[in-house]
């Protein structure tokens, strides 16, 4: 299968612990876009990259969370001191370039105890 | 982003044709109407778009208004696999805003056996 991967499927952590979570993109897509996505609602735009550049970030990115591409490859989202609220599926995209269909992973479900 | 309107959800029957509607008034002119859904557990799906003209793929087939204010996604032979959240998203191709996709909360499709 050469879609989007992301691991882990499940992350449970108490609060005020740090997570990070790994996205693999389609091999020859330059763009890589993180979502969230809580209960019962629609995917919302986190941060993209193109290649090893992140160029947008949401507002709904605070200062705890960081997302990094290193070489254009992997991508991976840290959320440092972690919140009942940061309870959600974290689901990452690529596409071959801007305005082409994103492909999803099938996300990160990060559950807060 | 321009707002789509889409009902909340809708219900079919196996191996019938579903008509999935989806208003967006205030469309620009160089807004592409773009659908994805999203399976159970799954992260979202590309599933068509379009710009003015109908559109037909594999999967499913998109009319467009002549006026571009509303647009409609036919699955022409439902199945139970296509039970899903259908999201209908407007984006902008122009410049550098192509970059996010700007979810609803889309219409929750049940199929019956």
């Known amino acids: 299968d050469t879609g989007v991967s992301q691991d882990p499927r499940h992350k449970i952590t108490k609060r005020g612990q740090n997570v990070t979570f790994r996205c693999d993109p389609i091999?020859?897509?330059?763009?890589l876009y993180w979502y969230r996505q809580t209960l019962g609602q629609g995917p919302e735009f986190l941060t993209y990259?193109?290649?090893?550049?992140?160029?947008?970030k949401s507002r709904l990115l605070s200062d705890r969370f960081s997302a990094e591409r290193p070489k254009g490859s992997f991508s991976t989202l840290e959320i440092q001191r972690t919140e009942q609220g940061d309870s959600a599926m974290y689901l990452c995209?690529?596409?071959?370039?801007?305005?082409?269909?994103?492909?999803f992973g099938d996300g990160t479900r990060l559950s807060i105890l | 982003d321009a707002k789509t309107t889409q009902p909340n959800s809708m219900e079919s029957n196996e191996e019938e044709p579903v008509h999935l509607p989806c208003n967006h008034s205030?469309?620009?002119?160089?807004?592409?109407i773009h659908w994805y859904r999203q399976l159970p557990s799954q992260g979202p799906e590309y599933v068509i778009h379009?710009?003015?003209s109908n559109v037909n793929n594999r999967m499913a087939s998109l009319a467009i208004a002549e006026d571009r204010k509303s647009s409609t996604l036919i699955l022409h032979r439902a199945t139970l696999r296509d039970a899903a959240v259908y999201y209908c998203?407007?984006?902008?191709?122009?410049?550098?805003?192509?970059?996010?996709?700007?979810f609803g909360k889309g219409t929750l499709l049940t199929v019956n056996p």
């Open positions: 995209a690529s596409s071959l370039m801007g305005g082409q269909p994103q492909h």
């Open positions: 998203i407007l984006r902008d191709n122009s410049g550098g805003s192509n970059y996010k996709l700007t």
């Open positions: 205030t469309i620009s002119g160089t807004d592409y």
């Open positions: 091999s020859e897509h330059n763009r």
């Open positions: 379009g710009l003015t």
């Open positions: 990259f193109q290649n090893e550049a992140q160029l947008e």
